[in-house]
């Protein structure tokens, strides 16, 4: 499809059954001063409820703005797909259609994204702050990027400070260039869950420059029936876990072909998402899964033994591999804790 490059940002918005919070993730994102070069895509993806219904609707009343694509169920990352082969800004942003942004945010971001489009190199990758909105939780868990990038400031991966622990840049904090995507050939497995961590991770080495803005503009509402990122619903489905880690080690380059600063951010991401799926390993309490944990970890060594060694290095992958009934009980514990503190299950 032909590039228009009058429309700055195609906000793209998976959904499947979602009736009850559709106008909820829709409607702050009309809020903008000026629409005229913002465009949403809702994807319907084979909902059985009122979404189709309540997205048609918003089509008619503000078809300037927002179209509607109907497809058979193809799981998340297909409605990611379908929405980013349908876009025609010049940046995608995925807001899954429970989740919300900040109006005040997407004033601040469309001035920069807009000064960026007017140049003849626009950064590749725009981050954000995002929020995990709990439900019943007063204290909502801002991940701020503020000691790791200087904010408003066109920068190079060498730039970047060091990650903490729960700092990564998921799909939520993040702004794609579209032709990055395209370069990337980004394509996501259909009917599998947590795909937005490749979503996040693949492109990476199509990005060359990026830009940080110190504002909390997505909230990651976290607590809803039926969540994929519920505990017993991740323990459930470790076997998707365990497939998308995989694919990101296998999209991970060796340090020599990339940036220090991409190399070294990619290894924490990974350490970050192998131990999130060790963890679930574990907390299934299945031995056959501390098995697969192992094995996880092997593949890692198998695939690079250089990157084996960087990802096994980090704190958070030598506290995971801590051996025997041990070691799983203190994991058990410090998830606990872990999940009390910030609320991101």
């Known amino acids: 499809m032909q590039h228009k490059s009058h429309i700055t940002l195609s906000f793209v918005v998976p959904a499947f059954n979602m009736e009850v919070y559709l106008g909820r993730c829709v409607d702050p994102l009309l809020m903008a001063k ?21 997205a048609d609707g918003y089509a008619r009343r503000i078809p300037s703005v927002i179209r509607v694509l109907h497809q058979s169920n193809k ?5 990611v797909n379908a929405g980013v082969a349908l876009a025609r800004g010049q940046y995608v942003k995925v807001v899954d259609a429970d989740d919300w942004v900040s109006p005040g945010s997407l004033e601040r971001v469309m001035a920069v994204l807009r000064s960026e489009c007017g140049r ?17 939780r007063r204290h909502k868990h801002i991940v701020c990027f503020d000691r790791v990038m200087k904010s408003d400031t066109r920068l190079g991966w060498d730039d970047l400070g060091r990650f903490g622990l729960s700092q990564y840049l998921i799909m939520h904090s993040i702004f794609f260039r579209t032709e990055v995507l395209r370069r990337a050939r980004l394509r996501l497995p259909e009917h599998t869950f947590y795909v937005d961590f490749i979503y996040a991770y693949e492109p990476l080495p199509y ?18 029936e039926g969540q994929s990122v519920q505990t017993n619903a991740m323990i459930a489905r470790t076997d998707q876990l365990v497939r998308v880690n995989h694919a990101m080690t296998l999209d991970t380059p060796e340090p020599d072909s990339v940036p220090d600063g991409l190399y070294h951010y990619m290894i924490h991401f990974l350490s970050i998402t192998s131990v999130v799926t060790s963890v679930f390993l574990i907390l299934s309490r299945r031995p056959v899964n501390y098995m697969i944990k192992d ?10 033994p250089r990157i084996g060694h960087d990802v096994r290095r980090t704190l958070a992958s030598r506290a995971i591999n801590l ?23």
């Open 207 to 224: 990005v060359k420059t990026l830009m940080y803005v110190d504002t909390p503009f997505y909230h990651y509402f976290i607590g809803r």
């Open 34 to 54: 000026d629409s005229s070069d913002i465009e949403i895509i809702v994807i319907d993806d084979g909902s059985s409820d009122g979404t189709a219904a309540i």
């Open 120 to 136: 003849s190199e626009p950064v590749d990758l725009l981050v954000t702050d995002y929020v995990y909105d709990k439900v019943g």
């Open 323 to 345: 051996p025997g009934r041990g070691g799983r009980f203190i994991i058990r514990y410090g998830y606990r804790v872990a999940d009390r503190l910030v609320g991101f299950n």
């Open 75 to 79: 799981g998340h990352g297909g409605a």
């Open 295 to 304: 094995g996880l970890w092997r593949d890692i060594d198998m695939m690079s």
